[in-house]
């Protein structure tokens, strides 16, 4: 699938502090021409330059969704928080690039994120309540992720989630998948009928309790 290209815009050091008290320096990127207009950051993490050389050994690459709720103020009605703090530590260790996308709440914005999670607590999951929102029940694009991918140099990628429509999408705007890597199951008590909602309704892969995935 043809798509636009991107540029880098520019690229900056920054030291990070990962969850388990360490510390790293995230190379951090800006696009030019990406095809919704926001402002998308590319994190390169660890060798970063290694693997973009090295194509036999593709970088590993996570595709993260913004969430204030749980990556800032960590709620614990969501996994966001602890996915990506793993991401972080896992590509800081191999080489690879985190892409934080601006898409909350699966691509509907905050405010109407925070209009869900009041439906949710009368009794809707968070599909349902995007639905009831007049939204789609995942409406993420990754158009820019691709375009982001082949402005770092990247066709060919792993790709650390449990999310296939991130694998499907990336590999039909002709971003080569070389494999699907699982991401940790961080369930709480909290948390698990978002879980499961992930697993039933969005097809995520995950290894919940009781056999359901």
Same mark, same amino acid.
């Given at each position: 699938?043809? =798509?636009?290209?991107?540029?880098?815009?520019?690229?900056?050091?920054?030291?990070?502090?990962?969850? *388990?008290?360490?510390?790293?320096?995230?190379?951090?990127?800006?696009?030019?021409?990406?095809?919704?207009? #926001?402002?998308? /950051?590319?994190?390169?993490?660890? *060798?970063?330059?290694? !693997?973009?050389?090295?194509?036999? *050994?593709?970088?590993?690459?996570?595709?993260?969704?913004?969430?204030?709720?749980? *990556?800032?103020?960590?709620?614990?009605?969501?996994?966001?928080?602890?996915?990506?703090?793993?991401?972080?530590?896992?590509?800081?260790?191999?080489?690879?690039?985190? /892409?934080?996308?601006?898409?909350?709440?699966?691509? =509907?914005?905050?405010?109407?994120?925070?209009?869900?999670?009041?439906?949710?607590?009368?009794? /809707?999951?968070?599909?349902?309540?995007?639905?009831?929102?007049?939204?789609?029940?995942?409406?993420?694009?990754?158009?820019? !992720?691709?375009?982001? /991918?082949?402005? $770092?140099? $990247?066709?060919?990628?792993?790709?650390?989630?449990?999310?296939?429509?991130?694998?499907?999408?990336?590999?039909?705007?002709? =971003?080569?998948?070389?494999?699907?890597?699982?991401?940790?199951?961080?369930?709480?008590?909290?948390? !698990?009928?978002?879980?499961?909602?992930?697993?039933? #309704?969005?097809?995520?892969?995950? !290894?919940?309790?009781?056999?359901?995935?």
């Amino acid at each position: 699938m043809e =798509i636009p290209a991107a540029t880098v815009r520019t690229q900056v050091l920054v030291p990070l502090r990962l969850a *388990d008290g360490c510390t790293t320096t995230a190379r951090v990127f800006t696009f030019d021409g990406l095809v919704d207009g #926001r402002e998308h /950051l590319a994190l390169g993490l660890g *060798d970063c330059a290694a !693997a973009v050389a090295d194509r036999h *050994d593709p970088p590993l690459v996570r595709l993260h969704s913004e969430c204030l709720t749980g *990556d800032v103020l960590g709620s614990e009605r969501c996994d966001c928080g602890p996915q990506l703090a793993e991401a972080v530590g896992r590509i800081s260790r191999t080489g690879g690039f985190l /892409l934080y996308l601006r898409q909350e709440g699966r691509g =509907i914005g905050l405010y109407a994120k925070l209009e869900a999670y009041a439906l949710q607590d009368t009794g /809707l999951d968070t599909y349902e309540a995007n639905l009831a929102l007049g939204y789609a029940a995942d409406g993420r694009d990754y158009t820019v !992720a691709a375009q982001m /991918l082949r402005a $770092l140099g $990247l066709d060919r990628v792993a790709v650390l989630t449990n999310n296939p429509d991130k694998v499907a999408q990336l590999d039909r705007l002709g =971003i080569e998948i070389a494999e699907r890597v699982p991401t940790g199951l961080h369930l709480t008590a909290t948390n !698990a009928p978002y879980l499961a909602a992930k697993a039933a #309704r969005g097809a995520h892969v995950l !290894a919940m309790p009781g056999g359901r995935h």
